[in-house]
C-alpha cells in the first residue's frame, strides 16, 4: 500500500456531484432512497465515469487497486460504505479505486473507534504509519507502536478486514517487488558514491507495491541492504528520505 495523492476534480464536475448527494440526502430524509438503485443510475452518468478515469489516473499506467497494489483497480469504492453512510455516497474524497477482491473483503464492513475509521485511507494518511511488512512471508501485517507500546489499532483493524497477511498471491507479489528493490541496492552498494535521484528513480520504476516508504521511512531501514545503504552511504540516504517525506508529506 502507498500514499495515493488526490487529484483535483473540475467544478463542474464537483458540481455535479455536490447535487447528486443534495438529491440523495432528500431522498433520505424523506425515507424513499434506494442507495442501490441510485448509485446505479448515477454510475452510468458522464461525471461518474470521469470519476473513475480519475482515480485510475491517480494509480498510474497499471491502475492498481489502491488497497493492495497488487491486482488492478476495476470500480468506485466507497471509503465510508454508502450503505451506512449515504451522505458521503457522492463525495470526492470518500471515492477510492478498488479491486475486485478487497472490495468483496471490505463490502460494508467499517470499524470505528470514538467515530473515526480504524481502517486507512491511503488517500490521506500514509499506510506504513499504521502498516508493516515481513520481508520474509511477504505478509502485510499491523505496526507495533513502540510509543503506546501496542500494535496500531488501525493497522491491526486494515490488516483483518482487507486480510493482507492471509492472501498467498498477494504476499508472493510484495515479496517479489521486495527481493527487486534489494537488488537495485546493492547494486548501487558496489559503486563509491550512488547518486540519489539516480537510485530513487530506478527504485520507483519497480515499485509495484508501494514498499519504499516501508524501506526508507518504516521499519525496513533496519533490514538490509537499506541497513547497509544507511550507514555506509548517509548523504545519499538522507537525499532518499527527503525525497519520500516531500512525496508522502511528512
Same mark, same amino acid.
Given at each position: 500500500?502507498?500514499?495515493?495523492?488526490?487529484?483535483?476534480?473540475?467544478?463542474?464536475?464537483?458540481?455535479?456531484?455536490?447535487?447528486?448527494? @443534495? !438529491? &440523495? +440526502?432528500?431522498?433520505?430524509?424523506?425515507?424513499?432512497?434506494?442507495? *442501490?438503485?441510485?448509485?446505479?443510475?448515477? /454510475?452510468?452518468?458522464?461525471?461518474?465515469?470521469?470519476?473513475?478515469?480519475?482515480?485510475?489516473?491517480?494509480?498510474?499506467?497499471?491502475?492498481?487497486c489502491m488497497y493492495c497494489l497488487d491486482s488492478h483497480g476495476t470500480d468506485i469504492e466507497h471509503f465510508w460504505p454508502k450503505?451506512?453512510?449515504?451522505?458521503?455516497?457522492?463525495?470526492w474524497p470518500n471515492l477510492l479505486l478498488c479491486c475486485t477482491e478487497c472490495g468483496r473483503l471490505k463490502g460494508d464492513r467499517f470499524p470505528l473507534a470514538e467515530d473515526q475509521p480504524l481502517l486507512v485511507d491511503p488517500t490521506a494518511e500514509n499506510p506504513w504509519l499504521h502498516l508493516d511488512f515481513d520481508p520474509i512471508?511477504?505478509?502485510?501485517?499491523?505496526?507495533?507502536? @513502540? !510509543? &503506546? +507500546?501496542?500494535?496500531?489499532?488501525?493497522?491491526?483493524?486494515?490488516? *483483518?478486514?482487507?486480510?493482507?497477511?492471509? /492472501?498467498?498471491?498477494?504476499?508472493?507479489?510484495?515479496?517479489?517487488?521486495?527481493?527487486?528493490?534489494s537488488a537495485l541496492i546493492e547494486q548501487s552498494l558496489a559503486t563509491n558514491a550512488p547518486n540519489a535521484a539516480d537510485l530513487m528513480t530506478a527504485l520507483r520504476e519497480i515499485d509495484d507495491h508501494g514498499l519504499l516508504d516501508w524501506c526508507f521511512l518504516g521499519s525496513g531501514k533496519a533490514v538490509k541492504p537499506f541497513s547497509t545503504l544507511r550507514k555506509n552511504h548517509p548523504q545519499t540516504w538522507?537525499?532518499?528520505?527527503?525525497?519520500l517525506e516531500t512525496s508522502v508529506g511528512l
Open positions: 500500500m502507498r500514499r495515493v495523492i488526490r487529484a483535483q476534480l473540475e467544478e463542474n464536475v464537483l458540481g455535479k456531484l455536490g447535487q447528486r448527494q @443534495a !438529491q &440523495a +440526502n432528500r431522498k433520505y430524509a424523506e425515507r424513499s432512497l434506494d442507495i *442501490e438503485q441510485e448509485w446505479k443510475t448515477a /454510475r452510468k452518468t458522464r461525471p461518474l465515469q470521469t470519476v473513475l478515469v480519475a482515480l485510475k489516473g491517480m494509480m498510474g499506467a497499471r491502475e492498481r450503505t451506512p453512510y449515504p451522505e458521503k455516497m457522492f463525495v512471508t511477504g505478509n502485510v501485517v499491523a505496526r507495533f507502536d @513502540a !510509543q &503506546a +507500546n501496542d500494535w496500531s489499532p488501525k493497522g491491526l483493524k486494515t490488516v *483483518e478486514v482487507l486480510q493482507l497477511d492471509r /492472501r498467498e498471491a498477494l504476499a508472493v507479489g510484495y515479496r517479489k517487488t521486495f527481493l527487486r528493490l538522507a537525499e532518499c528520505v527527503a525525497v
